[in-house]
């Protein structure tokens, strides 16, 4: 079946690194892209979101990344901070007129 | 802007009995979702709705679940009987405008069934 998955399951980086996680989608009908970041106990919150008609899209400290070509999606955090630890969320809209799908998560460990 | 807000944040409840989980989404938003997360499974989504109606109960897991949105401050997630493979944090959503739109997660509720 068609579905969102995270090529890692965890990345541990240094604080003041860069930090890159990717996902991989497999529905080239997919419009809509997200990434939320779930800290412990808490829900999931949005960080940026991109469209299938952009490539790149910029936030602060974060960029996100789509391919279309190969169908994969990724999240830069510049000068990653241990308040970057967290679980990150790819999430697509397959069609126009359904919800978000998530993938499975990928835990950012952050160390000072 | 008070967020979406659930509850309980916590229950523990014996196997066979109902459990009834309470949303209430950010005030002007016509779509309401309800997710599953799980270890294992990640967020499922469960149902959504839009304008108060069922749009995809497709996620629901079966009969036992049930969820209704009798206004647009207000919906309900009710498992009966709740069984031990219901643990799980249930979280609650909601957006503006057509799915795919940013989706506004609550602070879960978090279900312990023994």
């Known amino acids: 079946g068609e579905s969102v998955g995270l090529h890692l399951p965890t990345l541990s980086v240094q604080e003041g690194d860069n930090s890159i996680i990717n996902c991989a989608y497999s529905n080239s009908a997919s419009d809509y892209f997200i990434w939320y970041k779930q800290e412990s106990g808490k829900g999931p919150q949005f960080i940026i979101d991109i469209r299938s008609n952009m490539d790149k899209r910029q936030g602060q400290r974060v960029t996100v990344l789509l391919n279309k070509t190969v169908k994969h999606l990724s999240l830069q955090i510049a000068a990653t901070q241990p308040g970057d630890s967290a679980v990150y969320f790819c999430?697509?809209?397959?069609?126009?007129?359904?919800?978000?799908?998530f993938g499975k998560g990928t835990t950012l460990s952050v160390s000072s | 802007d008070a967020g979406v807000i659930q509850s309980p944040r916590h229950e523990v409840t014996e196997m066979g009995q109902e459990v009834t989980l309470r949303c209430k989404p950010i005030?002007?938003?016509?779509?309401l979702f309800w997710y599953r997360q799980t270890m294992m499974r990640g967020l499922e989504l469960l149902i959504y709705?839009?304008?108060?109606?069922?749009?995809?109960d497709s996620g629901m897991p079966e009969d036992r679940f049930s969820a209704k949105m009798p206004n647009a401050s207000f919906s309900t997630l009710k498992i009966q009987p709740s069984e031990p493979r219901d643990s799980a944090v249930y979280f609650c959503?909601?957006?503006?405008?057509?799915?795919?739109?940013?989706?506004?997660f609550g602070e879960g509720s978090w279900l312990t069934v023994v």
């Open positions: 709705f839009n304008n108060n109606v069922p749009i995809d």
């Open positions: 959503a909601s957006s503006l405008g057509v799915p795919g739109n940013t989706i506004y």
């Open positions: 005030s002007g938003h016509d779509y």
């Open positions: 999430a697509e809209s397959i069609q126009a007129g359904t919800a978000l799908i």
